[in-house]
Structures are given as structure tokens and as C-alpha cells.
């Protein structure tokens, strides 16, 4: 549920500024835009409590898209507490992976290797659904979303998830209602979509690539 700029479940507590809830998609491009100079500069690596920061602001946009979602949400909170509680004493996302690879712990359950693979499948289901959103205009969400889960997460999941998932579908908001829920108009959603899609690309990319640097396939 969301408490005055926070989401909780279960146990897990993600803190979020006020913006963060009143302008989403504001919120979570900036964000997004500030952690890609990261990626971009290339001299340092991505900060594991600042990925956690930004990562935190997208929950906001699961909770949107209704009962639909509402695994991916879950999973998305309980993998990114997960992944605030690694942060005290893993510094970076390197350090995530160096740290499983040397326990021989990284597609274990719970593992921080685990936890930061799924908080990037969530990261770039946003971005599919953003993409297939800017390629129609169609008011109802079912075929962008089907779309959208079908290509970044379907794959990873149990039948039983898939058949939730799917079902769930017809629950999704409106194109309207969910332009109204995030506070925008068609076109200054239209603008921020395309650059939260710029932005992450080539966060999700350098994610992927510590795992394959490390000899640790994608397939999972």
C-alpha cells in the first residue's frame, strides 16, 4: 500500500520523496538521467545506495498499472529491499557480483545477484512498456502490457505467474486513467517516456554486462 510517500508490503519499506508520488515519471526520468552520467563517464562504477535511490522511484509507476502487476510489484519491492540491505556493506554493483562468485551464490534464492537481476527485469519491463505505449494511441493498456511482460519477463516466469499475469490484464487502467494517476498530459508523458527509455538503456546495458564479464549468462 502507499503511506504519504511510501510503499509498504509485507516487510519491506521503500521510502519515497513526496515528488516521487505527486510527478512519477518527472521524478523518475530526472533520476534516471543522473545515474546514466554514471554509466556514461565510465571512470567509476555505479554506486550500489544510489541505484537503490533511483530504482526505488519505479515502484510508483507497478502500483499504477493496478492488479495486474501487482507480482511484478511485489517482487520488485521485496528484491530491491533486498538489494538496500546488500548496500551496508557492498559499496557498488560490481561488489554485488564479486561477492556471490566468490560464495558460488549467484543464482541462489535470496543471493544479491538474484535480487539486482530482477530489479533490472522491472527496470526494462518499464521501459517495454513505455515503448509500446509511444507506438500507439490505442486507449486500452491490455495489448501494450501483454506485449511488454511478454518480451522482458514471461520468459523467467512459472506458468502459474504467466497465466496471473495475463489474466490480470483486463484489470489495467485506461490509457486516461493511468495519464490521470501519474499527473500528465498525452504529451508531456510522451516527452518523458522517450527520455526514461534513453536514460535506462544504458543503465540496464551496464548491468548486463558485469554479469557477462563475469561469465554469468543472461537466461535467467
Not at 534516471?32 to 522511484?57: M, Y
Not at 529491499?81 to 554485488?96: F, N, R, W, Y
Amino acid at each position: 500500500m502507499m503511506v504519504s510517500g511510501e510503499i509498504v508490503m509485507d516487510n519491506n519499506t521503500i521510502k519515497l520523496p513526496e515528488s516521487a508520488v505527486e510527478m512519477p515519471l518527472s521524478a523518475i526520468t530526472e533520476a534516471f538521467e543522473d545515474l546514466v552520467k554514471w554509466v556514461n563517464n565510465g571512470s567509476e562504477d555505479i554506486r550500489l545506495d544510489k541505484f537503490c535511490e533511483v530504482a526505488s522511484l519505479v515502484s510508483v509507476l507497478f502500483r499504477s498499472l493496478g492488479l495486474a502487476f501487482k507480482f511484478a510489484e511485489m517482487e520488485y519491492v521485496a528484491k530491491l529491499h533486498g538489494l538496500v540491505e546488500a548496500s551496508k556493506t557492498c559499496h557498488t554493483l560490481p561488489d554485488i557480483l564479486d561477492r556471490d562468485v566468490a560464495n558460488d551464490t549467484v543464482r541462489t534464492s535470496g543471493s544479491f545477484s538474484r535480487n539486482l537481476r530482477r530489479v533490472r527485469q522491472g527496470l526494462d519491463l518499464v521501459r517495454a512498456i513505455f515503448e509500446q505505449l509511444l507506438t500507439t494511441d490505442d486507449s486500452s493498456l491490455r495489448e501494450v502490457a501483454t506485449t511488454a511482460y511478454g518480451q522482458v519477463c514471461a520468459p523467467f516466469h512459472t506458468w502459474a505467474v504467466r497465466t496471473a499475469v495475463y489474466a490480470g490484464m483486463y484489470t489495467l487502467p485506461t490509457r486516461d486513467q493511468l495519464l490521470a494517476k501519474l499527473n500528465e498530459t498525452e504529451q508531456s508523458a510522451e516527452k518523458k517516456m522517450r527520455r526514461y527509455i534513453n536514460a535506462s538503456l544504458p543503465v540496464i546495458e551496464y548491468i548486463d554486462r558485469l554479469y557477462l564479464s563475469r561469465n554469468i549468462a543472461l537466461d535467467w
